[in-house]
């Protein structure tokens, strides 16, 4: 079956500008997480979402970021006002439960760079 | 707060040589162990994990043995082949519950390449 899916795979921001980063998850996941990769860094934890429910938010680095899963599959990452230091690798994961010992299923990335 | 560190690299090896990736962790409460593998243009794939201390993971010729006494869990293999270069993340999870819900923590990964 397909895996997640995330889109665009390349985003080109100016500074200042609204960006909207889309996951598809794998059908039927009840988890989905979204990490931050700085270049030569390991993923770096954002939000969590159980279904449509955000129950952790503690990753996001300010409140210019905010994200949203309004039915329980699709998600949407959104970064307002962009600045350069957003620039990164953003990774979406969906895992089947909710136990901390089942794998995440990791998406391909979109990478966004802010000019 | 929890975290993993892993060897600095990059490592550089000859195929067929042996490979020995160090990770060791520090975390709260009882976590499971993972490495996840990066190959070239493609996304994060799960290598091996272990859930319980002793447990020894392993997939694809890699192993790694949950070491709780020292905290760590280093990837090894025997044998290594020029289709193994990638970058390579350790990482941890908490049990699900509490606040942690899974979520990974990596180390910040080690670059293998594999020279014929």
């Known amino acids: 079956g397909a895996g997640v899916s995330q889109s665009p795979r390349y985003k080109v921001a100016k500074r200042g500008q609204d960006v909207a980063l889309r996951c598809d998850p794998i059908s039927g996941h009840v988890s989905l997480f979204w990490y931050q990769q700085a270049l030569g860094q390991g993923p770096e934890f954002l939000t969590y979402f159980q279904n449509e429910a955000q129950l952790d938010k503690s990753g996001l680095p300010s409140d210019r970021f905010f994200a949203e899963r309004p039915e329980g599959s699709v998600s949407t990452l959104k970064i307002q006002r962009t600045q350069q230091e957003d620039s990164a690798v953003y990774l979406c994961a969906s895992r089947t439960g909710t136990g901390g010992y089942n794998e995440q299923f990791f998406g391909p990335g979109t990478r966004l760079t802010v000019l | 707060g929890d975290s993993v560190t892993q060897m600095e690299g990059p490592v550089t090896l000859s195929e067929e040589a042996f490979l020995t990736i160090n990770c060791t962790y520090t975390?709260?409460?009882?976590?499971?162990l993972f490495w996840y593998v990066q190959y070239p243009g493609e996304g994060l794939q799960l290598l091996l994990k272990?859930?319980?201390?002793?447990d020894k993971g392993s997939n694809k010729g890699f192993e790694a043995t949950y070491r709780k006494e020292t905290t760590s869990f280093h990837l090894e293999k025997g044998s290594v082949q020029v289709s193994d270069s990638a970058v390579y993340f350790c990482a941890l999870s908490l049990l699900g519950g509490g606040t942690s819900y899974g979520k990974l923590t990596f180390g910040q990964g080690t670059i293998l390449t594999v020279h014929p």
């Open positions: 272990a859930t319980k201390a002793d």
């Open positions: 975390a709260t409460g009882y976590p499971s």
